[in-house]
């Protein structure tokens, strides 16, 4: 079946610019998770939706990000006036969000660079 | 979470058995060891798991010691594909704000 998919794959933007960056994830996943990945670092923790909860905003690193998620589908990834400092590649995930382990499924990334 | 900490790189020849160790020695009673791996230019993708028994499927096996404050994961049979890097994880597995934290990995070099 489809997995977690992401657009646009590349992202080139001027410093200033906002960017809205989309995620689909696998159909009937509950949980939705937004991670950034500099070049050459491990995974950031952003943000975390389960369902109709209150998203778990405690990994955004400052007030220019936002994400929303309507209902249990897509989810857009919003950074305001950008700095080069955003550049990296953003990842998706999603899992069935079910008490216990939930393995989590990853879509391939959007690669932002901020000029 | 516990922090874990891992080689930055190892190599293997193709066909042999990789092992690539992980160190938590600050790992909880509730926290599961958790091993994804990173391909060039893709998402992580799930490797195994486990608490504190051994683990073993068809892609890996996981060898958790007893006091739990290391384990190893094990690719028995190293092919090209597998290099990557590999991300080592301990956090408490549940449903609610499952978020992971991944530190630098391992990169594993598969070599012909």
């Known amino acids: 079946g489809a997995g977690v998919s992401q657009s646009p794959s590349n992202k080139v933007t001027e410093k200033g610019k906002d960017v809205e960056l989309r995620c689909d994830p696998i159909?009937?996943?509950?949980?939705l998770y937004w991670y950034r990945q500099r070049l050459g670092q491990g995974l950031e923790f952003l943000i975390y939706?389960?369902?109709?909860?209150?998203?778990?905003k405690s990994g955004l690193p400052s007030d220019r990000f936002s994400a929303e998620r309507t209902g249990e589908s897509v989810s857009t990834l919003t950074i305001q006036r950008t700095q080069q400092e955003d550049s990296a590649v953003y990842l998706c995930?999603?899992?069935?969000?079910?008490?216990?382990?939930?393995?989590?499924?990853f879509g391939p990334g959007t690669r932002l660079t901020v000029t | 979470d516990a922090k874990t900490t891992q080689p930055t790189s190892m190599d293997c020849a193709e066909g042999r058995a990789a092992n690539l160790p992980c160190n938590h020695s600050t790992i909880s009673g509730n926290e599961y060891v958790y091993w994804y791996r990173q391909i060039h230019s893709q998402g992580p993708q799930y490797i195994i798991h486990?608490?504190?028994n051994n683990e073993t499927n068809e892609m890996a096996s996981l060898i958790i010691t007893e006091d739990r404050k290391s384990s190893t994961l094990i690719l028995p049979h190293a092919t090209l594909r597998d290099t990557a890097v590999y991300y080592c994880i301990v956090r408490v597995s549940t449903g609610a704000n499952s978020k992971l934290t991944f530190g630098k990995g391992i990169t594993l070099s598969v070599r012909p």
């Open positions: 159909s009937g996943h509950t949980a």
């Open positions: 939706f389960q369902g109709n909860s209150a998203p778990d």
């Open positions: 995930a999603s899992s069935l969000g079910g008490a216990g382990w939930d393995e989590q499924y």
């Open positions: 486990g608490l504190k």
